[in-house]
Each structure stands twice: as C-alpha cells, then as structure tokens.
C-alpha cells in the first residue's frame, strides 16, 4: 500500500498535468463565488460596522472555496448552470466560514491564526467574532431562500439539506461537540471517523448533493454522488490531519503539529502517517468508482479526488 | 400622560378580565409550543448528549413563549389553522433562545442567571454553550423548511422573512451588536430606538408577520400588521426596561438593576420611569390604533398589547 501511494505520488505526469488544469478551474470558481459573496454580504458601511468587518474578514481570508467549488463542478456535470448554482455554493461557504469563526473562539479550539491571519477574535473582538458567525449562518439560509434562480421547491429542499449537514445530531455542530469531547480521552478508529464524517464529511457531501440537487439528479444518481461526497469528504480530513503533521506554517497558513499538541483526535496519531496515507488512497479510490456508476461527464469531479489526494495546503 | 397611566393601571376592572383571559390563552399557545419543540429538538440520549441537554436546558427554561403565542394569534385571526402555524412558531422560539444563550455568554452581556436558573454556559460550559445557540439556529430554519403543512412558496417567504428578522443590518444581530456598542457611551433617543427595534422589536414584529403571511393576508393586511407588530414590539422593550428597574428578582427571575449597572442603553435612564410610562402608552395606542384598519377579528391582538402593557414580568 505505501508502494501504491509512492506511485502516485511520483509517477505521474499526466496527474501534475490534470492538477494544474483543475487548479486553473479553481481559480476561476473561486473568482466567481468572491464577487458573488462580496455582493450578498452586507455592506461594510452599514452600522454595525464592525460586525460587517468581521464578516468580511474571515469571509475574505484567502480560503480556497472547496465546497463552493464542489457544489459548481457536481451541479455543472448534471448540467445545471452557473447562476442556478453560484448562491448555494456561497451559502456553503458562508456556513463554512461561520463555523471556522466560532471553533476559533477561545472557549472551543481557542486558535490565534489562520490562513496566515489572526482569526477573527483576535483581529476585532470575541463578542464581535460570535455575531458575525451569527450572523453568516443566519445569511446563508437568507442567500438560498431569496435565490429567484430556482424555484420555491428546490430552495426548500436545498435548506433542508444544508440545516441537516450543519446541525446536530447528524451534522457539523455534533462533530464539533463529540470532536471536543474526544481531546480528553483516546478514541478508536470508528468513533475518529464518525468525528469526522459529521465535523468535515457532512458539509462536503452536502455541498455534492446540493449540486446534483440543483441539477435535478435522479434518485440513484444522488445516491452515488452521496457516496462519492462521502469518500472524498474522509480523504478530505485525512490529508488535513497529514498536512497537520507533515507541512511547513508557511504551507498551511497556520501553527503545524497544533492537533498533536492540543490531543485532537487525528488519523495520524491513531494510525501512524503511512497507514493514513493507504486510507487516503483507498478513500481516494472508493470516490472515483462512485463515480463510475455516472452517465456524466464526470472528468472534474476526478481530477477533485485526485487535487485532494495531492494536495500541499 | 402620567394621568392616562395611572387610570389604565387602576381603573379598568373590565382589562384585569381581559388579561386573565389571555393568560389562559397564553398557557395553552405555550403548552402546545412546548409539546412541539419536544417533538422538533434532538433527543437527550443521541450523541452529543451534552449539546442536547443544553439545548433543552435552555429552550425548556419556562419561557413566556411570547413570540410564537404572538404569531399563533396573528395567523389566527387571518384564519390559518394551528397546524400551519405551529411549526413556524417553534422557529421563532428557537431563533429568540438561540439569541438568549449566546447574548448571555462571559464575551458579550455576562450573564449567570435567566428566569430564574443558571444560563446555559454556566450550567454546562462556553463552548457547549457556544454550540447549542448555532444548533438551535440552525434546527429554527430546518423546521420551515421541513414543514409539509405549507407550500414551498410559503416555507420561502417565512425563512425569508425570519432571517431578515435575525441577521444584519436590519435585524437582531445587528441590534446586539449596537447595544454592546452603546454600553461605552451615551445614546441619544434616536439610536435608543433603533437599538431596540433591531435588537427586539424585528423578531416580534416578524413573528406578527408570519402569522399573517401563513394566514395569506393581502398587501395591506400586511402592513397594517408590520405596523402593529413594530408598536408590540417597541411597547414590549420599554416595559423590559421599566422591569427592569422597579421588579423584584422574583418576578424577573433575573438580577434587576443589571441594565443600569452594565451601562445599558435603556428608556427609564434616558427619559426617566414617568416619561417612559407615557411612552409606552403612546405604543400601546399606536399598536391599536393600526388594528382598527383590519376587518379581521381582532380581539385577542388587542389584548395581547393590553397584557403587555401591564406586564409584571
């Protein structure tokens, strides 16, 4: 198995080749997503001022858009377009960043930096940083019901699927909780992956499933976009938690090695970075033959799987 | 005006009836919400078991449930039925308890006691605190958007609506952070006003609004009940800060003076308590005023501004 990762990971050219181009899409789906937030979020003028800069803050941090850009590429395989996909995909990104806002906060991971910026308490204030993931979540649900590029019945059920991804008992805020309970005590590798398939795995997947949603996928072909969302959601995290271990602060933008250091539940710690590196590649496999049950043109939602394999930041 | 006060407080033999008839209204609007919420929250015993118990803590803290009595009279008397209001009515209760929990933490006003118990980062802990105000936002919008008693058309508008009511720059995250804003230095009447309506006054006025949107009121209908609701809502802050000021801890269930100690901007300190009444009258007359234009039953609507009026608690 670590044979296998080697081979991909110096092997091939036509991968550096894919990557490049897919980085290029990127670039431009994440364009797209931040002249499209810049125009929903309120106005830095606007009293509350300094609530509306710390939106904009850590809106504009420099984030890659991956959910964003996910949602684009699944939503564009089942043939949506663009301006029927570009609001959901920022309310992704609003929820996103409203959680990064709060896990931040002192009372919870308690972190000073990211994306090589002080997080948003620390530039304005704890008070402050609290209204404005308040206040993000709150504008992203508002982003998807005010959206007249779809109608009434698909923005509904895009809101149940987000509120579902997001909350608890099967979403992001119970990853959160149960990932904080697990600093104090060892957990085993069922109970790290359900940390993470609700913390990070629920709002990928969802963010998949939105796309195809928007695109008016079937039922089968939901199911396996659920499934592909879910693969690359786990390789997601486990090259997080390895990047974590492995990269340099100027790579990640933030402290390295501060999961070790805080006992976070990580795969590396549980199994040791070469059998993380064979989970990430056989997460990385289980996504593209999800994908292959697709009559799509599913090229980009491979090379995704491929980015996030590869991935130095 | 101080007159006007004492008559309305002493005279009216005919409103001491009125208001404990509504008080029985009010326990059975209150004991439906409190069954529904039961049946909408995530259980205790599904993981994470403590941002569960919290949630519940908080929601089920014997609140007056005004807003969702508020929105289940107003859709009454445009003739929708319970079932299509009921839901909705939760969504507000989860939108103003979310509020409450997170207003209440050591960053923003530093609460320890609300009605009568310990808030919910001091019963549990911040970030668990933290967790169950963004859950219970999140759980507030999936409960429209999951309601088969509606249309989709209808789910839309009202999460429209209510997130308009609860963000910025029109709505209660806006109104906190303006009135943390004031706590350093002196309001005029002005910017009191508008600390309020964001901060109170959009929640109330929205939750009057929905009613109405689920009862299909036309235009006017409508306008006529943003205005009624806005009265209701400036009505229910000042007689707050009235509370506030000549209650006992009993009857708040909360430590009284804390707005004046905490620098607060409240009526009573910048008009004084006489001043204060008088304007509460005026709010009292204007809400009633506006529903004399509704050739709808009414009359709970009217003695729900008397009980507010003459609150004790």
Redesign the interface.
């Known amino acids: 198995m670590t044979m296998a990762w080697q081979k991909m990971k110096t092997g091939s050219e036509a991968l550096v080749h894919n990557t490049l181009e897919l980085d290029a899409l990127l670039a431009a789906s994440r364009a797209l997503v931040e002249v499209e937030l810049n125009s929903i979020l309120?106005p830095v003028g606007?009293?509350?001022e300094?609530?509306?800069q710390a939106i904009r803050w850590s809106v504009f941090a420099g984030g890659k858009r991956f959910r964003p850009a996910l949602l684009l590429a699944v939503g564009q395989a089942f043939g949506a377009e663009i301006k029927q996909l570009i609001r959901t995909a920022c309310a992704f990104e609003m929820i996103h960043t409203?959680s990064l806002i709060?896990d931040d906060?002192p009372?919870?991971d308690d972190d000073d930096l990211r994306r090589g910026r002080p997080t948003c308490h620390v530039r304005f204030?704890?008070?402050?940083a609290?209204?404005a993931?308040?206040?993000l979540?709150?504008?992203a649900?508002?982003t998807i019901?005010?959206d007249d590029k779809l109608?009434?019945?698909t923005?509904?059920k895009l809101?149940?699927e987000l509120?579902?991804a997001?909350?608890?008992?099967d979403?992001m805020?119970?990853g959160?909780?149960?990932d904080?309970?697990a600093e104090a005590r060892q957990v085993n590798g069922t109970q790290l992956e359900e940390i993470h398939r609700l913390k990070t795995g629920a709002l990928i997947t969802s963010a998949a499933r939105c796309g195809a949603i928007i695109g008016a996928a079937d039922d089968h072909e939901l199911a396996v976009v659920t499934s592909y969302g879910a693969q690359l959601g786990l390789l997601f995290q486990i090259t997080d938690d390895l990047l974590d271990v492995t990269a340099s602060a100027e790579q990640l933008g933030k402290t390295p090695g501060k999961d070790v250091r805080s006992r976070k539940a990580t795969y590396p710690a549980l199994y040791g970075i070469e059998e993380s590196r064979e989970k990430a590649i056989k997460a990385h496999r289980a996504a593209c033959t999800a994908l292959e049950q697709l009559d799509r043109p599913t090229e980009v939602l491979h090379r995704i799987v491929d980015f996030i394999l590869h991935r130095t930041g």
């Open positions: 309120p606007a009293a509350p300094k609530v509306h409203y709060h906060l009372a919870m204030d704890e008070a402050t609290i209204l993931g308040d206040a979540q709150t504008l649900f508002q019901a005010n109608d009434a019945a923005r509904v809101i149940s509120t579902r997001a909350a608890t008992p979403g805020v119970a959160q909780a149960l904080m309970e």
